[in-house]
Nanobody, 119 residues
């Protein structure tokens, strides 16, 4: 089994910052990509940012220049530094990890961590 352990969510004021972490544990050969999606109430889940094993990234236009993803391959951990947070960033943030094991890719989701941006 593979588990994604998330941390760092919470309540911040507009303009503030948060740092999310997601660590993958379990049995797998490697992780090809990790990242974050988010879902606000009544909205579709959307990609926020992901990073591949080669360091390539995908970043949603809505967070460009404000969110930065980084990855520690040795720890199988991904970090999301969120700056200049807006109320529109309020959502449940879900860590996503794509593992490679015996040539097969599997996608796993974390349980979600709440990020609330409010004054």
């Amino acid at each position: 089994q593979v588990q994604l352990v998330e941390s760092g969510g919470g309540l911040v004021q507009p303009g503030g910052s948060l740092r999310l972490s997601c660590a993958a544990t379990g049995s797998f050969f490697s992780i090809s990509s990790m990242g974050w999606h988010r879902q606000a109430p009544g909205k579709q889940r959307e990609l926020v940012v992901t990073i591949g094993s080669d360091g390539s990234t995908r970043v949603a236009d809505s967070v460009k220049g404000r969110f930065t993803i980084s990855r520690d391959n040795a720890k199988n951990t991904v970090y999301l530094q969120m700056n200049s947070l807006k109320s529109e960033d309020t959502a449940v943030y879900y860590c996503i990890g794509v593992t490679l094991n015996w040539g097969l890719q599997n996608t796993y989701w974390g349980p979600g961590t709440q990020v609330t941006v409010s004054s």
